[in-house]
C-alpha cells in the first residue's frame, strides 16, 4: 500500500512543480539587460520620415504611418491629403498660381544677326497637376503663362505672348521640389531685328528650376529656361534669337 501511495504522488509531485514553473514572474526595471532598445520612446523630426501619402511608398507601410500612435512618430507621419505644411502641393487635382520675373539676354542664331538683345520679363501663371506618377514621386503639371516683356537693348520696345508649359516635378524632398520644363508659345513684338522677320515669332523653350516650400501652401521659385524666338519659316528672314533666361518667382497652390 505505501508503494501504491508514492507512486500515485510522484505525478502530483510533478504537476506542482511545473505549475510553479509557468507562473509569470513580473520583471523590475534592474532586470532589463543594457542595449535592450526602447522603440517607443524613439522620436525622429517629420523631416526624416515619409508622410503616409508620400508615393512611391509602399502599401502596407503607409498604413502602419497613418495607424501609428503618438508615441511611436505618429506626430511625423502626416494624415490622408496633408503634408508638413497642411495640404500637400504638387499632389493630383492640386491647382496652384504664381508668377515668374526674368531677366533675358539673347545671342542670335547666325554670325549676321546681332546686335544682343536684351529685356526684363513678367509672366504670370497658372497651372493644374493632372497626373502623379504611380511608379516613383513625381507629379506633372500644365501651366499656362501671358508673358510680357520690355526690351532694353538695342532700343526700347515690347514683346507681348502666352506659353504653354509642361512641368515635370520630382517629390522627393518635403522642402525642396525639382523640376524639368519645356514648352512653346506665340509672341508679338515691333522689335526690327535682323534676326527676325515677322512681328508674330514663335517660342520654343526648356528649362530646370526648383520650388522651395516657406509655408503652407506656396513656394518660391527659381530656375533658368533656354528659349528660342524665330517665325518658323513664315518669314524668308528667319535666323532668330537663343534666350538665355533665368527667373524666380512665387507659386500659392489650392
Known sequence: MTDQKGCLACPLLLA????????PVPASSDDS??????VRRLALSPDFLPAAED????????????QASPGAG???????????????????????????????????????????VRALWLLPRIGYTFWEIPWYPASVQINLEPAAALITTPTKTYILGVNAILRHTFLVWRRV??????GAGLMNTNLRHRALGESIEFTPQVGVGFHFHVWERGSLSAGFRWLHISNA???????????????????IFF
Open 177 to 182: 521640389s525639382p523640376y524639368i520644363e519645356g
Open 233 to 251: 519659316g513664315l518669314a524668308d528672314q528667319n535666323l532668330g534669337l537663343n534666350n538665355y533666361f533665368p527667373y524666380v518667382g512665387f507659386t
Open 16 to 23: 506542482f512543480a511545473l505549475s510553479l514553473l509557468l507562473i
Open 33 to 38: 539587460p543594457p542595449s535592450a532598445l526602447d
Open 55 to 66: 508615393p512611391g511608398l509602399p502599401e502596407a507601410e503607409g498604413g502602419l504611418l497613418a
Open 74 to 116: 505618429a506626430s511625423a507621419a502626416a494624415p490622408q491629403g496633408q503634408s508638413i505644411f497642411g495640404r500637400a502641393p504638387l499632389r493630383q487635382g492640386s491647382w496652384e498660381i504664381g508668377a515668374l520675373a526674368a531677366y533675358s539676354i539673347s545671342g542670335a542664331g547666325g554670325p549676321k544677326a546681332d546686335p544682343i
